[in-house]
């Protein structure tokens, strides 16, 4: 994706918030009174972020013992049988021209040939027209 297409809502380095700011001191006070007291009480009812988070981690199962490599039952495809084409493919003859109608292949710009059938074309590309 190349990033002169994507607009202006897609942010690289994640989602995060910047610093709030508040319209003025008494608000500020009381958001980090908030805060505070929301904290205690989550540590009074023993729901701490980082001891949920290893909680949760020790309850999943282990990843080792889940996955195994074999196909489940009833998606085998063995009683399909294999299309049998009756041959093998080959190359196809490299394309020559072989008339008399080009006179030759002149180059306007870089890599652009351009087969050239008349004189007039000829000094057309000498001069840069089309």
Partial sequence: MTMHLVGPYLSLNGKKKGKTKFR???????????????KELLKRQGVEKEERRRYNALKAPPLAGN??????????????????????????????????????I???????????????DAEDLAKMRR
């Fill in 67 to 104: 996955y195994s490599l074999t196909i489940p039952e009833g998606r085998s495809t063995r009683h399909i049988p294999s299309r049998d084409t009756g041959g093998n493919a080959t190359l196809a003859p490299a394309k020559v021209y072989t008339g008399d109608e080009m006179i030759g």
């Fill in 24 to 38: 003025n001191a008494d608000q500020a006070r009381q958001a980090r009174e908030l805060d505070a007291s929301w």
């Fill in 106 to 120: 002149g180059q306007l710009h870089k890599s652009n040939a351009i087969p050239i059938f008349k004189k007039s």
